[in-house]
Nanobody, 127 residues
Framework: QVQVVESGGGLVQAGGSLRLSCTAS????????MGWFRQAPGKEREGVSC????????YYVDSVKGRFSISRDNAKNTLPLQMNSLKPEDTAMYYC????????????????????WGQGTQVTVSS
């Protein structure tokens, strides 16, 4: 049984940092690209970042480029997301997900390409 679990969310002031983490079990972690999504109340789920199985490709939504950094540790089955210079508009539930691939353009940001999802971790940025 595949389990994807996010952690590290919380309340932070604007300009601060948080480090989210995701662990996945029940699958061969390095067979999968991994992504982070977020969803704010009343808004659609948005792709934040994606990383290929070997970290060779990384993609970010424009609004987080230069502030967020995705990485992975295939030996530990973990997927950190370092978030710096946080803004109130980053407030959302953040989800980790596994996909077969991480292609560029708009492909990686389409949630329909992801097979397994976690339950999410809440990030709240106060102004």
């Amino acid at each position: 049984q595949v389990q994807v679990v996010e952690s590290g969310g919380g309340l932070v002031q604007a300009g601060g940092s948080l480090r989210l983490s995701c662990t996945a079990s029940g699958l061969t972690f390095d067979d999968y690209a991994m992504g982070w999504f977020r969803q704010a109340p009343g808004k659609e789920r948005e792709g934040v970042s994606c990383i290929s199985w070997n970290s060779g490709s990384k993609y970010y939504v424009d609004s987080v480029k230069g502030r967020f950094s995705i990485s992975r540790d295939n030996a530990k089955n973990t997927l950190p997301l370092q978030m710096n210079s946080l803004k109130p508009e980053d407030t959302a539930m953040y989800y980790c997900a596994a996909a077969g691939y991480c292609f560029g353009g708009n492909w990686w940001a389409d949630h329909k390409h992801y097979n397994y999802w976690g339950q999410g971790t809440q990030v709240t940025v106060s102004s």
